[in-house]
């Protein structure tokens, strides 16, 4: 379940000063960690986003936290039902956490984000000295205060590990910035973002180490110069060995918190229709992307999928923008659910796309596609749109393409949106790379209702689902097209498996009838038009 708590007409809409993600399996410290958040004296509005992984504790420690919550924080929980991280069987090597960062930087309606473990907690004025040192650099960063986490005392500040590019004991490799003390300006650094899920090992815990030297490499950094984070050691930490041999206990500095209680509201947003005893952890064959304003035609979108012959079992995303239509159609498009198949609908209260207010600028999903991307508890994902539909073989056909190959594609019909039936098959526009009325201009396309990726191998493009030519652009999927031509392998069924709505205003009639008549052969007219 997804619960987002904030103030009775709170307006999650307006982007917020700063976001900060934090993947939790919630221990016992997490209130602690929450309500250094609550503390925070930034002058601004304040997203917290908590995701759940293997959850050691129960869910009632944020509920419980979030009486204490101030007027100006707004607090969403993501608890998948399951795993993303290969450790607890998910398909992310990233072993702390899985894919959660970079669901929660893709969900966070912010460019500024801040990372805070759920054992750790800042000082007061962490936020505001990140958001003034990052002005006119890409990412900024604070030393932190190492902390013994079982009686909380404090030992001495991070002069070894958590000190900045090229400083520290790993100076000849770059140095290191630890998550807890960072914040980045996600619209600067996208790329990034993906290797939040990815990590050397399989499983591995040093997803932080390729996201600090993507920055370093790439990107303008600036540190604030003050130990504002505070990071547990465990008795087994390595850096106890630094601090015996010179310990340094201080007291000041520590602020105590003031902390108003405020009213709060819990909402249930994101859930998952399936059989009971339905296992969500156990990776699927296949998933289904589905950016959705909640028309009409997406209950026959989904009973499209529903009708799949795919031998195994398969996960629907849904993911509301912002909706046209009723919530209803979902439940009722469900009722006819195969036991195959589990649907789960995120609807987070706000668009993230710059057209509704959000701040990503790809305007047809704003980071959606992303986000659910990342949520999909397996390696192969297909993405279908709530106005189009396909043949029941698509995903077998697709699935047993894409073996050996990191994408592969259908062709398409183009059908009639009202009467649905098939005008002809598109031979002009999505056909594949170097084919088509695009060969030219964009190398080719490939239309996403048409596409299966690989997200495994593809992660670091899973990021231009979020982007656009233009502010805001609908091109993201030429951007994705054009990052899989050139980096990927990929391979088409050459079957037509996927069924592309056209209305009678639609300029596919003119490039069918173009071609038609180059051909020598008479235009073809809408359905039930003479």
């Not at 010179?246 to 405020?262: A, C, K, L, N």
Request: glycine share 8%; with cysteine; aromatic share 10%.
């Amino acid at each position: 379940m997804r619960h987002t708590y904030c103030d009775p007409g709170f307006d999650l809409q307006t982007p917020f000063d700063a976001a900060v993600v934090i993947p939790s399996i919630l221990r016992p410290e997490l209130p602690r960690a929450l309500r250094s958040v609550f503390a925070q004296d930034l002058a601004g509005r304040i997203q917290v986003l908590v995701g759940v992984d293997k959850p050691l504790g129960d869910g009632s420690v944020i509920a419980e936290a979030c009486k204490d919550r101030p007027s100006n924080v707004a607090v969403s929980v993501l608890d998948l039902g399951y795993s993303t991280s290969a450790r607890h069987g998910g398909v992310n090597s990233a072993a702390d956490g899985g894919s959660l960062r970079a669901i929660l930087s893709f969900l966070a309606n912010s460019r500024y984000i801040t990372y805070l473990d759920d054992d750790d907690w800042w000082a007061p004025d962490h936020l505001s000295s990140l958001r003034a040192a990052i002005e006119g650099h890409h990412y900024s960063y604070t030393l932190r205060w190492l902390v013994d986490a079982k009686t909380l005392k404090l030992q001495c500040i991070d002069e070894w590990n958590s000190v900045g590019p090229d400083k520290g004991l790993s100076a000849t490799e770059g140095g290191f910035v630890g998550p807890t003390s960072l914040m980045i300006d996600k619209l600067e650094c996208l790329p990034v973002l993906c290797f939040w899920s990815q990590s050397p090992g399989d499983p591995g815990l040093f997803a932080d180490r390729l996201v600090f030297h993507a920055l370093r490499w790439n990107f303008r950094g600036n540190g604030t110069g003050r130990a504002t984070a505070y990071y547990a050691l465990r008795p087994d930490h390595p850096l106890w060995r630094r601090i015996s041999k010179r310990t340094r206990s201080r007291q000041d500095g520590v602020r105590q918190e003031t902390i108003v209680p405020r009213p709060h509201s819990g909402s249930t947003v994101q859930q998952t229709i399936c059989d009971l005893g339905f296992d969500l952890q156990r990776p699927f064959d296949a998933a289904v992307v589905m950016p959705s304003i909640l028309r009409p035609e997406l209950a026959r979108a989904l009973r499209s999928v529903y009708e799949q012959d795919l031998a195994g079992r398969i996960q629907v995303l849904v993911g509301i923008d912002k909706p046209l239509g009723d919530r209803a159609v979902i439940e009722e498009a469900c009722r006819g659910r195969a036991s195959n198949v589990a649907v789960s609908v995120l609807d987070l209260g706000y668009s993230t796309s710059v057209r509704h207010g959000g701040v990503h600028n790809a305007a047809d999903g704003g980071s959606l596609r992303a986000i659910l991307s990342f949520l999909a508890n397996t390696r192969y994902i297909a993405y279908l749109d709530d106005d189009n539909l396909w043949s029941p073989n698509h995903l077998s056909s697709l699935l047993a393409a894409i073996k050996s190959y990191q994408y592969a594609f259908s062709l398409r019909w183009f059908i009639d949106d009202e009467t649905l039936e098939p005008i002809c098959i598109d031979e002009w526009h999505s056909v594949g790379p170097n084919r088509g009325k695009f060969k030219a201009t964009f190398g080719g396309f490939i239309d996403p209702n048409t596409l299966m990726i690989d997200k495994i191998e593809c992660l670091p493009m899973l990021y231009l689902w979020s982007q656009s030519p233009g502010n805001p652009g609908v091109f993201a999927d030429r951007l994705v097209f054009d990052a899989l031509r050139n980096n990927f392998r990929g391979i088409g069924t050459e079957r037509a498996t996927s069924y592309y709505t056209i209305g009678a205003d639609g300029t596919s009639w003119q490039v069918i009838n173009e071609s038609r008549s180059a051909r020598g052969l008479p235009p073809l007219t809408r359905p039930g038009q003479t």
